[in-house]
């Protein structure tokens, strides 16, 4: 299962990244992740672990469901 593509062909996050302006290198390692791991779970190849998911939307003020909603439907 991995997250949906808005309809740019982006998902949430990419989008999310792009708008805001937010360096990926810079969130992985406020993540504790590696860059490559959050480049899958960002381009949609990836659902990542609650944990991850919650750091992720903690550091981008969302929250899991509002990334990641779409995937329970």
Same mark, same amino acid.
């Given at each position: 299962? $991995?997250? &949906?593509?808005?309809?740019?062909?982006? $998902?949430?996050?990419?989008?999310?990244? #792009?708008? &805001?302006?937010?360096?990926?290198r810079?969130?992985?390692?406020?993540?504790?992740?590696?860059?490559?791991?959050?480049?899958?779970?960002?381009?949609? #190849?990836?659902?990542? $672990?609650?944990?991850?998911?919650? #750091?992720?939307? &903690?550091?981008?003020?969302? $929250?899991?469901?509002?990334?990641?909603?779409?995937?329970?439907?």
């Amino acid at each position: 299962m $991995t997250n &949906r593509l808005m309809g740019d062909g982006m $998902t949430k996050l990419q989008l999310l990244i #792009k708008k &805001r302006n937010i360096k990926q290198r810079e969130l992985a390692k406020q993540l504790g992740i590696s860059n490559s791991a959050l480049s899958l779970i960002v381009n949609g #190849k990836s659902v990542p $672990t609650l944990k991850v998911a919650l #750091k992720i939307a &903690r550091a981008v003020n969302m $929250t899991v469901e509002d990334l990641w909603g779409d995937l329970i439907e």
